[in-house]
């Protein structure tokens, strides 16, 4: 079973940056799509971002597009999310997740607050 491995989040001020990463246990990992995803307080989880098994192929949430960008390094079995300009209302709990395999990571708090 692979296994993902999550890391970065942490409490920024509004404006600032983070970056997010996911591991994966195993190279199956780069045979998959990717997925990022928040769950704010009281909300359903969301989708954020997703990218393409090889990485060359991305989507987002409309409203985040142009602040957030998703990446992947194969060889390093580890995805990416790099989120700039954050707004309070970033602040949730973010997963990455091969969702296709119910695999999750275990998920990293993101606060925006000054």
């Known amino acids: 079973q692979v296994q993902l491995v999550q890391s970065g989040g942490g409490l920024v001020q509004p404006g600032g940056s983070l970056r997010l990463s996911c591991v994966a246990s195993?190279?199956?990992?780069?045979?998959?799509?990717l997925d990022w995803y928040r769950q704010a307080p009281g909300e359903q989880r969301a989708l954020v971002a997703t990218?393409?098994?090889?990485?060359?192929?991305?989507n987002y949430a409309d409203s985040l597009k142009g602040r957030f960008a998703v990446s992947r390094d194969n060889a390093k079995n580890t995805a990416y999310l790099q989120m700039n300009d954050l707004k309070p209302e970033d602040t949730a709990v973010y997963y990455c997740?091969?969702?296709?395999?119910?695999?999750w990571g275990q998920g990293t708090q993101v606060t925006v607050s000054s």
């Open positions: 997740s091969l969702s296709a395999y119910n695999i």
């Open positions: 990218i393409s098994s090889g990485g060359s192929s991305t």
């Open positions: 195993s190279s199956f990992f780069r045979s998959a799509i």
